[in-house]
Nanobody, 115 residues
């Protein structure tokens, strides 16, 4: 089994930055792909970013140029650097990853963007 635990959420002003982390049990080199999702107030869960097995990354259109997904294999951590944050980025952010062909999810971390 794989356990994923998100951290780093909080309250930030519009235009500010946050770095989310997802700590995985075991080596993340065996968890692939990995990504981030979010669910805003009154909205459905949506995909945000993905780290693919060939080393490439992809982003949802609204976060392109502002968010960066990355892996730290030494720390077994997936990160999401979020810059130029907007109120519409407010959501619970979830980490996910595939291990042995099955998806695993973290509990989520709250990000609130407000003045």
């Amino acid at each position: 089994q794989v356990q994923l635990v998100e951290s780093g959420g909080g309250l930030v002003q519009p235009g500010g930055s946050l770095r989310l982390s997802c700590a995985a049990s075991g080596s993340i080199v065996s968890i692939d792909p990995m990504g981030w999702y979010r669910q805003g107030p009154g909205k459905q869960r949506e995909w945000v970013a993905i780290s693919i097995s060939d080393g490439s990354t992809n982003y949802e259109d609204s976060v392109k140029g502002r968010f960066t997904i990355s892996r730290d294999n030494a720390e077994n951590t997936l990160s999401l650097e979020m810059n130029s944050l907007k109120p519409e980025d407010t959501a619970v952010y979830y980490c996910n990853g595939y291990w042995r062909g099955r998806p695993y999810w973290g509990q989520g971390t709250q990000v609130t963007v407000s003045a």
